[in-house]
């Protein structure tokens, strides 16, 4: 049985990660479950809930909550990432500040990633050393910490030996919608995908070897890429912000009759439509916070003081994807699925060396990804423009340059003109300033 670590414990995402687990113990079988966190007294809130759903279970999993990283990791055979670095309020900071400057404001997507790139990589890196100073010799990171693309590709170019896989559960979420869609479970689709972390475009949807895309585009043209059952079966998703993304891929996919786009394109191919609905106000980090975060509070609240722990979380796809990747990385299961990995010539005319999320066949060593081809020139080129903007991002971190820092953000597709960019840029820097390299 295994030790696991899960950094960025305090997250809300911990229960439901926790509770896929309990539920696969037979595939992944558990000696001990640690959380780890820097914030130990939103640790604190969130472990008695985790306890229970652990000791509903399972009586013989132990289970340590510690802010010490060499508790935390020695001998961990897998460690889990979720870390949030500045917790919702930076992320609300960077979401209002582009509005403020009329340019998308988002977690992960635009100046608000970039932003979150730069409080992230240094961490993340830190992490890795904790675990290669402490964890069992081969263990594993597998990691959502967001932006997944720039922390990717800040931990291949900081430490390349690093035993990192980096996933979302954004290509994953689609597939349990066309799963939705097309009445069948999502682990029987085989999909062809190319990109980077939240750009991207699936080109194929094989359904016992048949191609089933031509099908889904038809349907979601008229009704989005989101069932009610599936958003149901999700109350992430099943927010108004989130249903509403989910149907914003139609204009897109009026625009370009062909494969089928990751959501999160429509803040590159259309963000004045974007910024014209936002409300600068009242951003989805507000949302989150009144109401992800108070629901799991509240409950943690309540079962502290009544022993009964309401129905307050959920283990959607993120939760079982994880755990999916895991027992592929530690019983060499070779399963297929979207990854964020090294290029390798999987896509045949973006840099070897650049870090795409594409599929992968999971094994003890690491994903091997697919061949992708070639990609058409529209769309190599916008993934070159967003690469480079990502790649000037980590080297303006490493470096401290505000020049490369300048670049990434004029770079940017959200991004109109030098003068926003470096506005944006100049914002940002007052904001993070207990967070950024010195710039
Ligand atoms: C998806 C993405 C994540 C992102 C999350 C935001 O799961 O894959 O990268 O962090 O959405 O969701 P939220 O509900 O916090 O806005
Ligand atoms: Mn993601």
Redesign the pocket.
């Known amino acids: 049985p295994f030790i696991l670590s899960i950094a960025g414990g305090g997250s809300t995402y911990t229960p439901g990660i926790v509770k896929s687990l309990m539920v696969r113990l037979a595939d992944f079988p558990l000696a001990e479950i640690r959380l780890y966190d820097i914030d130990g007294e939103r640790q604190s809130v969130i472990a008695p809930v985790v306890e229970k759903v652990i000791r509903d279970h399972s009586q013989s999993i132990k289970f340590t909550v510690t802010t010490d990283p060499e508790v935390a990791f020695s001998g961990a055979h897998f460690v889990f990432a979720q870390m949030r670095v500045g917790q919702y309020k930076m992320r609300e900071q960077d979401e209002k500040i582009p509005l403020r400057h009329g340019v998308v404001g988002q977690?992960?997507c635009g100046p608000g990633g970039l932003a979150y790139g730069l409080r992230t990589i240094l961490p993340m890196v830190e992490l890795c050393d904790f675990v290669e100073r402490y964890a069992h010799q081969k263990a594993w990171i597998v990691n959502?910490s967001?932006?997944?693309a720039i922390v990717a590709e800040g931990v291949r170019r900081l430490r390349p030996k690093a035993r990192v896989l980096n996933i979302?559960?954004?290509p994953v979420?689609a597939m349990r919608n066309m799963g939705a869609i097309l009445g069948v479970d999502r682990h029987k689709l085989e999909v062809d995908y190319f990109g980077l972390n939240?750009f991207g475009w699936f080109t194929r949807v094989l359904v016992d070897g048949e191609d089933r895309l031509p099908e889904l585009r038809r349907h979601i043209a008229k009704f989005g890429l989101l069932t009610e059952d599936a958003a149901q079966t999700d109350p992430?998703h099943s927010?108004p912000?989130?249903v509403k993304t989910w149907r914003h891929i139609k204009p897109i996919m009026d625009h370009f009759p062909e494969f089928l786009p990751n959501p999160y394109l429509q803040y590159y191919l259309m963000p004045n439509d974007i910024v014209e609905h936002q409300n600068p106000d009242y951003t989805?980090a507000n949302?989150?916070m009144d109401g992800?975060e108070k629901k799991l509070f509240a409950a943690a609240d309540e079962y502290k003081k009544t022993g009964i722990l309401p129905d307050a979380f959920h283990v959607g796809v993120?939760g079982a994807f994880i755990v999916d990747v895991a027992c592929s990385l530690a019983f060499d299961l070779r399963q297929r699925h979207l990854v964020i990995v090294e290029n390798k010539g999987a896509i045949a005319n973006l840099p070897y060396d650049a870090m795409v999320e594409v599929p992968a066949y999971i094994t003890s060593e690491g994903p091997e990804p697919v061949r992708m081809g070639a990609v058409p020139l529209f769309h190599q080129t916008l993934l070159m423009q967003q690469l480079a903007s990502e790649q000037l991002l980590v080297e303006a971190t490493i470096e401290g340059s505000y020049e490369k820092a300048l670049q990434a953000f004029t770079l940017n597709r959200t991004v109109p003109t030098m003068q926003h960019a470096k506005a944006i840029l100049d914002d940002m820097i007052e904001a993070n300033r207990d967070y950024w390299p010195q710039l």
């Open positions: 977690e992960t959502y967001n932006p997944a979302c559960d954004m979420a939240h992430q927010d912000s989130w989805r949302e989150v992800r993120h």
